[in-house]
């Protein structure tokens, strides 16, 4: 599935595709209404000012009209043209699991005698240092050094 809404469920774009229909048809009953009301006005000698006159700029208004629905319809293929030149996204990267190995807890400088039970003897000189312990699930899994590129400008020297 992709992470982006496909285009027939924009609803932008159909609003743009409806209402530059209804625009362009709109703009067409005006258009034509207004061209034979002048048309049989003037054919039959009774046209008025206004018949004549104002059916022109309303006329001109519903060709507007006409040419702005166009101009929508035009974008919305537009849209659509663009919409299938772009590659669809890849699927969204799903989060990591969570680890199930044991869980390390680490203790202080000085560590008490209940955590080192069971850990060995201390070693001469004193308690330990620095004690981990692990829960029962098992041993802690083993730290690995990162690799170090030899020809990276910035790595420490092997």
């Known amino acids: 599935m992709t992470s982006r809404a496909r285009l027939a469920r924009s609803i932008p774009f159909w609003i743009l595709v409806v209402g530059s229909l209804a625009t362009a048809i709109a703009g067409a009953v005006m258009l034509f209404d207004r061209l034979t009301v002048m048309a049989t006005a003037l054919a039959a000698g009774t046209a008025t000012g206004i018949e004549v006159y104002v059916g022109q700029v309303e006329a001109v ?7 702005a629905g166009l101009v929508g319809l035009a974008l919305a293929l537009t849209v659509a043209s663009a919409r299938s030149l772009v590659p669809a996204a890849s699927a969204a990267v799903p989060a990591p699991e969570p680890f199930d190995g044991p869980a390390v807890h680490s203790t202080s400088a000085t560590a008490s ?24 699930a ?7 050094k990162p690799r170090v590129d030899a ?7 092997p």
Do not use: R
Not at 151 to 157: M, R
């Open 138 to 144: 098992g041993p802690a899994p083993a730290l690995t």
């Open 151 to 157: 020809s990276d400008p910035v790595a420490p020297p």
């Open 113 to 136: 005698p209940a955590s080192t039970a069971g850990s060995g003897p201390a070693p001469a000189g004193g308690p330990a240092a620095h004690v981990t312990t692990v829960d029962a």
């Open 61 to 67: 208004v519903g060709g507007i009209l006409v040419g």
